[in-house]
């Protein structure tokens, strides 16, 4: 129910800037923004000592699944190929077919 009424908001006020459809939107981007969080079991620096984890790694994965959902394709095909075989060696689930 929250979207739709966001959606409508969003929707209405497009129908404003536009005065209902009269001036025309011509040459125009839409930037979208999204956010997230991230959380571990511990502490941060627990995560880091006592658990030797990186946690740069863990978002980066994250990031990756979240960019390849909205872009529609594998997560390799947003990765360099510089750094493709470093990601492989923290996230190998990450390339399974």
Known sequence: MPSKVERNAAMDLLDALSRSGTLPLEDVHLHVVLTATHCF??????????????????VE???LI?????HGCPPAGLLKASQEERVREH????FIQ
């Open 66 to 70: 979240m960019a390849s959902v909205i």
């Open 91 to 94: 996230a190998p689930m990450l």
């Open 41 to 58: 079991d511990k502490t941060l620096m627990s995560t880091v000592v006592q658990d030797n984890v990186n946690p740069i790694e863990c």
């Open 61 to 63: 994965r994250s990031a």
